[in-house]
């Protein structure tokens, strides 16, 4: 591993242990005596809480302004004064964010035409592709099972049909999006403990 430090960006449908394996890559970093900060989009942000309120059906607003909206919410994610993953990259911490431009490209692209949505994220994908973007890969039936399980109330994007569609939509931005980028699958299905080191063997390729 080199000396970073890295941003690294954890991907996959709902329900795939992104929270639980990010808490799982922090207390690694952190046995290491290394500073990191953990973050996530939609954000804390004005424009990110204005999304959980289109998410939760509270609000209402075309798919197009949806899209505009993740773009913009991660314009203040990167820039931010204080809270921007960028200042936090220059104050020396790793930034583990859940989520970034794939899932746009993704989650969006059921929607709106997927150029436009990679228009909206070129300013992101210029400024800071992250270093390793892990995808936590999950059957979508099981993504469901444990969605269901949470009992938190279903979100706009939590259907099976949707999840599947949305797995797919994710290998693709992938493969078309994400040339020049370090991307890795991995197979969320696993034991948490193996996902866990399956991840950390990819952070010390860094
Ligand atoms: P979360 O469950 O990871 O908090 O994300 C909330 C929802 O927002 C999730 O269903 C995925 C969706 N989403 C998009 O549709 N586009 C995006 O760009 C991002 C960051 C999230």
């Not at 979100?155 to 569609?165: H, P, S």
Request: charged share 25%.
């Amino acid at each position: 591993m080199g000396n970073g430090p890295y941003f690294i960006v954890v991907e996959g449908l709902d329900g795939s242990g992104k929270t639980t394996q990010i808490e799982h890559l922090r207390d690694y970093f952190q046995a290491r005596g290394e500073a990191c900060y953990l973050t996530a989009e939609p954000t804390d942000l004005p424009t990110g809480k204005f999304i959980r309120r289109v998410l939760r059906g509270q609000e209402h607003v075309d798919p197009r302004t949806l899209a505009a909206l993740f773009a913009a919410d991660r314009v203040e994610h990167l820039f931010h004064a204080t809270e921007g993953i960028l200042t936090k990259l220059a104050a020396g911490y790793h930034v583990i964010s859940s989520r970034y431009y794939f899932s746009s490209l993704a989650y969006q692209s059921e929607y709106v035409d997927p150029a436009w949505v990679a228009n909206l994220n070129r300013l992101a994908k210029a400024t800071l592709p992250a270093d390793l973007t892990l995808f936590l890969d999950l059957d979508p039936a099981v993504s469901m099972q444990r969605i269901t399980g949470r009992g938190e109330g279903s979100e706009l994007y939590e259907t099976l049909e949707k999840l599947r569609q949305v797995r797919e939509d994710f290998h693709r931005a992938f493969a078309v999006y994400g040339q020049g980028e370090r991307i890795v699958v991995v197979d969320a299905g696993d034991a948490e403990g193996r996902v866990a080191e399956r991840i950390v063997a990819e952070i010390q390729k860094l």
